[in-house]
Every structure is written in structure tokens, then in C-alpha cells.
């Protein structure tokens, strides 16, 4: 790999690291952010829907109801990009939700991992169980779930721009590999 092209790497790497920690740092201005991102993904998600429905209605049935998710997906995205506000507040109560489903689904499938004979089933039930409670604190707290979200967020782009340093360290390291074999 070209050296340009590993120092574009590691200042990847080293500019999403410290946008991981500026969007654990501002949790307003990450859940805002969030917000006009989540808008935009729905939006651009509903035009390309419309597309491919028209592109298949010749041939694929229910092409009407394709249209309406289409069409709906569309309108849903440009109210929250007209309402980031809104949408940014909403977000904590919409991640509390939905860590107490993904946890009641949890605690549920631990029982089929019981009938089935995983040993650790009962391990599963308690996660189901505490990622219920904490979801349920997050709804009576939204300020601790916007903070945790926003932390969320950050960490894993900080985990993306680490994964660029290492990849660059990574490359090196196979390229000196690669020059001792024909070397020698």
C-alpha cells in the first residue's frame, strides 16, 4: 500500500476517534445529529423503494403496497429532518423502547435455548431480564438514556477509527512480512 495512502488511514482513524469523543461529550448536538441522520437514511431509503417499485411493478404483484411504504417512508423522512428537534428528544424514548423489546425477546428465547440444552440459557434469561430494567430506567430517566445513546454512538465510532489505525499498523506489518519472504 502506497504511503499516502496509510497516513489517509491513520488520519481517519485519528479524526473519528476524536469525533467519538466529541459525540460522547456534546450528547445534544450527537442526538441531533442522529436525528437529521436517521431522517436523510429514511428519506433516501423511501426514494429508493419508489424506484425499484416502479422499476418491478410489471411484473412483481402488490406493487400498490410497495408504493405506499414507498410514499410513506418519504413523507416519514422529511418530518424528521423538518423537526430534528423533536426527532433528537424523541430518540432516547425510541432507544429505551427498544432495548426493553430486544430484552423481553431475549428473556423469551432463553427458554428455547433450555428446551434445546444450552447450558447457559439461564445466562440469556438474565440478560433479558436486565436489559428490561434498564430499558424500563431509561423511559423514567430520558436524560440518562439521551447520554447513554449519545455515548453509544461515540464509542463505536471510536471503535471505527481504532479499527483504521490498526489496519494501517496491520498492513505494515503483512508489507515487511511480504519483503523478508522475497528477500530471503
Known sequence: ??????????????????????????????????????????????IFKLVFTFRTQAFMPNSGTRMLVALLDIFFGCFLMSNLLGTAISLPMVFAFW???????VFILSFDYKKVGFPLWWALMLLGIAGAVL?????????VAAVTLSALIGISIILVGLAHIFAMIGVTRFEKKIESLFKG
Open 135 to 143: 430499558g424500563f430506567f431509561g423511559l423514567k430517566n430520558l436524560d
Open 99 to 105: 432495548v426493553i423489546i430486544e430484552s423481553i425477546s
Open 1 to 46: 500500500m502506497k504511503a499516502g495512502k496509510k497516513i489517509w488511514l491513520c488520519i481517519t482513524g485519528i479524526l473519528l476517534i476524536a469525533l467519538g469523543v466529541y459525540c460522547i461529550t456534546k450528547p445534544n448536538v450527537t442526538l441531533v445529529s442522529a436525528a437529521y441522520i436517521l431522517g436523510l437514511l429514511t428519506l433516501f431509503t423511501g
